[in-house]
């Protein structure tokens, strides 16, 4: 085919073109312009937006109606939003009010920069230069000069980096060096972490490098000079392979050739151009050796591959090479379906969708293949047969063809090459001396014996579509219950790829079924909030987060504890959007929320208790009712529990088993531990919420009791049904523990027995103990659990209210009880101020006195002495009474505890002395004899009375030392009865 007339001359100087678009916009990047061209009126002129001088690479990203990208070259990186440059979907012409990109410069560097992407979801950049550093920026908020462009770390890698690769869906980054080398690093967490190496199998470009950065004299072989003459472009593929000569004259292009591998949109397999002029392509799962390469036999690439790309959709890939050979492969069915010659030679490439592609070129041009000009590309005669027609050497039982075959090898003997007989312009004149030698070269496998190629990896099989009518060799006896599909999951994976406005139902609220009093609720889920991730579950064992592909989900689980644990990921067809993890496994399941009647709910248990790669142990299919849909899970111990918005609390072991199933009312969430069950309810629209209290036998040891979260009716709006709380957990000591949407933390108290009341009670005020901790007021937390006195919790930042990408260490912050309310906004500005004062006066402010307990003055705190010691009482009896409700559990350390307590008794009477203290200052001697009364040690006792006598007390004394023979005499008498017993 000839494609003269799609080829744009985009820039007049011969300068390499970097190409990015999205459905509507082609975005075209070279040196000190970036240019936006309608893809839907090719007639427009493009607009313009000044970049750097010297352009190496462009990065585009588009999400929340967005559109960002990344532009390195020189000594740069910046960062421009062209948002007013993309057309819009219902619009054939670009906005009229096209505003003016400004260039934000993110990092410079003291070495070249060849590369620079977007990472975690578009919140952060990845910069690699020459000097081998590896750059992580903050990019997540642009409207913050405090924190956009901040450095986030920074490493060194094993060679000079010129090519950057990012797997959305499972946080994996692909470094290409200069000598070919490439390496896989995860970025699950702030510093990159090294996950494999593969070796030098793409192209060394050092000698390239070198004569590009003015190193190498301009009359060497790698010369650029002669690259406007037809010789320059002389390969094997058209002369024969004539030794190093014709090489030689190809060297000239060797920077064009590919510098980066590539993902697949599920972000599972990477694909990577081999410096043999092959297609490898690695899984995730194991980095050893490739899973299977792409290979075309004589009409493969002869000569290094320029640029490679998937289609959005993932089933073809687009690679070009160094011979301006352009080949697109099926990756369904790892065959060549289309070969041809372009007009330029392709350093990058773009797919707008599906079927149509942009090249972008070394001479300022750009190469359009719409969708009349692909279709006509996919529709001539088949290669197979083409290659089929140039090497059989078998007979047929037709007489005809044996005839034609005949023919076509008595003319091979007498000319030594076979005309090519492709009308559409296709060069296949080889002859087969060549074609014997070259495979030898290339060391690539036969064409023929691509069917009966072997893959082992069956999620590989799942994601590209495989077949039983293909003839490849699976084993579907020993395939696993989660790779098959039912008719739900099918219907499942067809509604995740429709818009969720499609899925609405009406709802009949007075059929008593139609309106949801809740919404699903896993343990620390974020919202998707219009990005392409969230998490699914935030837990102190970890998190599990989803990434949207095209077609299916990628799930990913991480540990905070990773050397018991090892992070895995798998592919989610159904589209899971409840979770619950903990140390010995994970339960999923699709919720049904706003699907249409007749859903089939699907539960998936995951074993991860030996260390290794989960494993799925089963999987049970709901079938909902009307306006039924799942709310919540939980796992622990023995067991599994799936609920439903219709009261339905079914029960599972973890063998997949349903032990038992109960009713309740509208349930909003559940957790368990080795005990008990917890789960929160709601009755109706305007009732509030309620809790019960379960043993593991589902005996109710507390039913139906209210609880104190703010509601949809506090908040004056009566059309929201939002989770009332952030998260809830059992603490250390078996409590139930809830964080409510205002961020108090909250704790279940005097709860174990039937006849008791239980309390909650305030423990901290989680945004005043994150200020309070100094860490200012720009810091967020994200609950994770209470471990003693101990609140821990994942610090964020950003205007959001969840955290982004990745995920921050866990911290700790001791707990205090709420008795004032403290502006952490307010606090922040008086530390500033205090800080400042210091700077002026010097460090005898009172600002920097120490406090008793070695931290700042209370007084920096906003709240004064008596507040604080007050704070301190009530948090050692709420402290106390949790160590002491405890012992009534069989699986506590009853020792442990009791020793707990001792300490909590201790700090108890400490903290009444320094209020009796406080009271003989004052001279009230009443209220220091009340507070006398409820001191338990008599060694306390005896302080106290010393206090009295040093204040001058008499009276005060007298009483005191009566107080405490009265309480020896009790204890002594008390004693007495346990001997006669």
């Not at 995860?186 to 972490?193: A, G, R, V, Y």
């Not at 599906?354 to 001539?380: C, H, Y």
């Not at 409840?578 to 089939?600: E, H």
């Not at 994150?770 to 471990?787: I, N, T």
Request: hydrophobic share 35%.
């Amino acid at each position: 085919m000839l494609f003269d007339d799609k080829i744009t001359h985009a820039y007049f100087n011969d300068t390499v073109v970097e190409v990015a678009s999205t459905k509507t916009t082609l975005f075209t990047a070279s040196n000190l312009s970036i240019k936006a061209f309608n893809l839907k009126n090719s007639s427009s002129e493009p607009e313009i937006v000044n970049t750097l001088d010297n352009v190496k690479s462009i990065d585009l990203r588009s999400a929340n109606n967005k559109t960002f990208v990344l532009i390195s070259g020189g000594n740069d990186c910046v960062f421009h939003d062209l948002t007013d440059f993309v057309v819009r979907e219902n619009d054939a012409q670009t906005n009229e009010d096209t505003g003016i990109s400004e260039m934000k410069n993110i990092w410079k560097s003291s070495s070249k920069i060849m590369d620079a992407i977007f990472t975690h979801g578009g919140q952060r950049a990845c910069v690699g230069d020459l000097a081998a550093n590896l750059a992580i920026i903050d990019i997540s908020n642009p409207n913050d000069q405090s924190t956009f462009g901040k450095m986030v770390e920074k490493i060194k890698v094993n060679g000079e980096i010129i090519g950057l690769s990012y797997s959305y869906s499972v946080d994996l980054l692909a470094i290409t060096v200069a000598d070919g080398g490439l390496s896989i690093y995860s970025l699950s967490s702030n510093i990159p972490e090294k996950k494999a190496t593969i070796g030098n199998v793409m192209t060394d470009k050092r000698i390239a490098l070198t004569h590009e950065m003015g190193l190498v004299d301009d009359d060497s072989d790698l010369s650029d000079n002669s690259s406007d003459d037809e010789d320059s472009m002389i390969t094997e593929s058209t002369t024969g392979i004539n030794g190093k000569k014709q090489r030689k004259k190809n060297e000239n292009l060797l920077k064009f050739a590919a510098s980066k591998s590539i993902w697949s949109p599920t972000g599972d397999i990477l694909a990577v151009p081999n410096k043999n002029f092959k297609i490898d392509f690695y899984n995730i799962i194991n980095w050893n050796n490739p899973i299977f390469s792409l290979n075309a036999g004589p009409l493969h690439h002869k000569n290094n591959i320029s640029s490679i790309a998937f289609s959005p959709n993932g089933k073809y890939l687009a690679t070009t090479d160094l011979d301006n050979i352009l080949l697109l492969w099926n990756i369904d069915t790892k065959k060549m379906i289309a070969r041809t010659e372009l007009p330029i030679l392709s350093c990058d490439i773009s797919w707008p969708d599906n079927s149509s592609v942009i090249f972008g070129s070394n001479k300022g041009e750009i190469l359009t293949l719409d969708e009349n000009s692909f279709k006509t590309l996919l529709n001539q005669r088949s290669i197979r047969e083409e290659v089929e027609t140039v090497i059989t050497t078998e007979t047929d039982n037709n007489q005809n063809q044996q005839q034609q075959q005949q023919q076509q090898l008595q003319r091979k003997q007498t000319t030594g090459t076979e005309e090519d007989s492709d009308e559409e312009g296709d060069d296949v004149m080889q002859s087969n001396d060549e074609e014997d030698e070259e495979e030898r070269q290339l060391d690539q496998v036969n064409f023929e014996d691509m069917d009966g190629f072997v893959i082992d990896d069956e999620n590989l099989n799942d994601n590209y579509g495989y077949t039983e009518n293909e003839n490849r060799r699976r084993n579907h006896d020993n395939m696993s219950e989660s790779t098959e599909l039912t008719d739900a999951n099918k219907r499942a994976r067809k509604e995740a790829n429709k818009n969720e406005s499609n899925h609405m139902y009406r709802l009949n609220i007075k059929s008593g079924w139609g309106k949801a009093l809740t919404k699903p609720f896993s343990v620390g889920s974020t919202p998707w909030e219009g990005s392409d991730r969230r998490y699914l579950s935030i837990t102190p064992v970890g998190c599990v987060y989803s990434v949207k592909t095209q077609e299916t989900y990628k799930v990913t689980v991480l540990f905070f504890d990773e050397e018991n644990h090892t992070k895995y990921f798998f592919d989610d067809i159904s589209g899971f959007d409840l979770c619950c993890i903990n140390d010995q496994g994970s339960v999923f399941a699709t919720s049904g929320y706003k699907k249409p009647k007749g859903f089939i709910a699907r539960v998936e248990y995951k074993d991860h208790s030996d260390g290794k790669n989960a494993e799925t142990k089963w999987i049970r299919e709901i079938a909902l009712r009307p306006y039924e849909f799942i709310t919540s899970l939980s796992v622990y111990g023995n067991y599994v529990f799936v609920c439903t918005n219709k009261g339905f609390v079914r029960k599972f072991n973890l063998f997949g088993r349903l032990l038992n199933i109960s009713m309740m009312d509208c349930i909003v969430g559940i957790m368990n531990n080795n005990t008990y069950v917890f789960t929160i309810i709601k009755r109706s629209i305007e009732s509030g919420y309620f809790f019960n209290i379960q043993n593991i036998n589902d005996e109710y040891i507390q039913q139906e009791v209210g609880i104190p979260l703010i509601t949809e009716n506090d908040l004056n709006d009566s059309s929201t049904s939002d989770i009332p709380i952030k998260s809830m957990f059992f603490s250390d000591d078996g409590e139930p523990c809830i964080v409510r949407n205002d961020n108090l933390l909250m704790v279940l108290t005097n709860w174990r027995s039937p006849e008791n009341k239980p309390i909650w009670k305030p423990l901290l005020d989680i945004q005043e103990g994150v200020s309070r901790a100094g860490k200012g007021r720009e810091l967020k937390a994200w609950p994770l659990g209470l471990f003693g006195n101990s609140f821990t919790f994942v610090p964020f930042r950003g205007s959001k209210n969840f955290p982004i990408f990745p995920l921050l260490t866990p911290m700790n912050v001791d707990i205090r009880i709420p008795v004032n309310y403290v502006n952490p906004e307010k606090k922040f500005n008086d530390r500033l101020s205090k800080e400042a004062d210091a700077e002026l006066f010097g460090d005898d402010m009172d600002s920097n006195k120490i406090g008793e307990d070695g931290n700042e003055d209370d007084d920096e705190d906003g709240e004064d002495d008596s507040t604080n010691i007050e704070e301190k009482f009530l948090r050692t009896i709420v402290l106390a009474e949790m160590c002491s409700g405890s012992l009534n559990d069989e699986n506590v350390d009853r020792e442990e505890v009791l020793e707990k307590l001792q300490l909590l008794s201790l700090e108890y009477d400490k903290a009444l002395l320094i209020q009796i203290d406080n009271a003989c200052t004052n001279g009230d001697s009443d209220d220091a004899f009340d507070l006398c009364k409820m001191i338990r040690d008599f060694r306390a006792l005896n302080a106290a009375q010393k206090l009295a006598e040093v204040q001058g007390m008499a009276g005060l004394a007298r009483r005191i030392r009566d107080l405490r023979e009265a309480k020896i005499a009790e204890a002594d008498e008390l004693e007495g009865l346990d001997e006669d017993d």
